[in-house]
């Protein structure tokens, strides 16, 4: 059960821009860092961008993310084909419950490129 | 080269238990986190806990605690992931995945998938 709230779905042509929505709390995306992977079914999840706003080496430019307060937004410019997946954030969280933090991913987003 | 190696594909019965494996290899196995995450169909990403192959301990995601158990095996460079009480929704891929800090999610290196099935 998500404590980070995705957009179901986004689109665009191509060479557009899509931005993906991640919104949680405080106790979530207000006091850690953001993630983004992107994810086609049935392969494993790829690393976006890493510490709200970094990319791995690899990865393109075209993916960007920022973070502000308690929501983080991922945007990916000049939009290709190959760019459809689903994208998810994640971040790290803790509860009252537990002194552990645990990890959270968001709803995912499913990205149409039209 | 790094890889994680996981084992093959499990069709279980409800209530039953199944062990999945992640063979390591291409890096020093003690100095990388290893996490576990799974996909249902038409699910999103789940997040199930962690295991420092180091001294063993492991952090479970609350939904799991009662059921999961992660271990590992430095003289194979492996770690376990063992789920029990299978239920129908348990029907997922399970991943593998490396990190080289505790409190980092920036995965780097991911197993091929294990898709268990949970079927009567």
């Known amino acids: 059960q998500s404590v980070l709230t995705q957009p179901p779905s986004v689109s665009a042509a191509p060479g557009q821009k899509v931005t993906i929505s991640c919104s949680g709390s405080?106790?979530?995306?207000?006091?850690?860092?953001v993630y983004w992977y992107q994810h086609l079914p049935g392969t494993a999840p790829k690393l976006l961008i890493f510490?709200?706003?970094k990319r791995p080496s690899g990865i393109p430019d075209r993916f960007s993310a920022s973070k502000t307060g308690t929501s983080a937004t991922l945007a990916i410019t000049g939009l290709q084909t190959g760019d459809e997946a689903d994208y998810y954030c994640?971040?790290?969280?803790?509860?009252?419950?537990?002194?552990?933090?645990?990890?959270?991913f968001g709803t995912g987003t499913k990205v149409t490129v039209l | 080269q790094v890889h994680l190696v996981q084992s093959g594909a499990e069709v279980k019965k409800p209530g039953a238990s199944v062990k999945v494996s992640c063979k390591a290899s291409g890096y020093r196995f003690t100095s990388y986190y290893l996490h576990w995450v799974r996909q249902a169909p038409g699910q999103g990403l789940e997040w199930m806990g962690l295991?420092?192959?180091?001294?063993?301990?492991?952090t479970y995601a609350q939904k799991f605690q009662d059921r999961v158990t992660m271990t590992r095996d430095t003289s194979t460079s492996t770690v376990y992931m063992e789920l029990s009480s299978l239920r129908s929704d348990d029907t997922a891929i399970y991943y593998c995945?490396?990190?080289?800090?505790?409190?980092?999610?920036?995965?780097?290196?991911w197993g091929q998938g294990t898709q268990v099935t949970v079927s009567s």
């Open positions: 995945a490396r990190v080289y800090s505790y409190d980092s999610a920036a995965w780097d290196f």
């Open positions: 295991i420092n192959p180091s001294g063993g301990s492991t």
């Open positions: 510490d709200n706003n």
């Open positions: 994640g971040t790290w969280t803790k509860t009252w419950e537990s002194s552990l933090s645990t990890y959270v």
């Open positions: 405080s106790s979530d995306i207000g006091s850690n860092y």
